[in-house]
């Protein structure tokens, strides 16, 4: 498992598991803007599409996605140096209202208009204010990630990387970065 800095400030970072050649982010927005792996998703899953969203027709929903995930690039990848990433994420457990060592963290995507909010899910671990490591994301359709083995996968994944930071004594972001820079 590596690491790359995806903004060139220190402050967005993306996880690069064993055996892929890009981060989790570019990966996911690969992904989200593939129309083929988009229709293969939504044909999947268009019991949970009509059910939470009341949409049933999957070029709508692929049409939504890629609309989301470039308003999600926008906001991330254009983001002011003066602006912090802190106004996306929000932490995980929706009930958890203290900060917590390496705390699970999401964003989700800013759908424009007045259609359906969006699905798009990124997941991270907040390394301190302001500073996020990027372990995945998803399409979320349902109410819990628990629900579905796609966002189930993101819930392990968050998981395995918080624990390779502190079994490898990365606590906060110094020591994160010692820790990557050991690495290099």
């Avoid at 996605?65 to 995980?92: G, M, N, Q, V, W």
């Avoid at 359709?141 to 993101?154: A, P, Q, S, V």
Wanted: charge should be negative.
């Amino acid at each position: 498992m590596r690491f790359e800095d995806l903004l060139g400030d220190g402050h967005l970072w993306g996880t690069i598991y064993d055996g892929k050649e890009k981060d989790a982010l570019s990966e996911l927005f690969d992904k989200w803007e593939d129309i083929g792996w988009l229709k293969t998703f939504f044909e999947n899953n268009l019991m949970d599409l009509k059910e939470y969203f009341r949409i049933t027709d999957v070029n709508q929903a692929i049409y939504d996605t890629l609309d989301d995930a470039e308003e999600l690039r926008c906001l991330i990848f254009d983001i002011k140096p003066e602006e912090r990433l802190s106004y996306l994420f929000r932490h995980l457990e929706d009930y958890r209202t203290f900060e917590m060592t390496l705390g699970r963290e999401k964003a989700k995507g800013r759908a424009k208009g007045i259609r359906h909010p969006s699905w798009l899910r990124l997941y991270a671990i907040r390394l301190e204010k302001d500073t996020y490591l990027i372990t995945g994301g998803a399409i979320k359709l349902t109410h819990t990630m628990e629900e579905r083995n796609h966002t189930l996968e993101e819930l392990h994944k968050m998981e395995m990387v918080r624990n390779f930071l502190l079994e490898n004594g990365a606590h906060d972001l110094d020591s994160f970065i010692e820790m990557n820079q050991e690495d290099i």
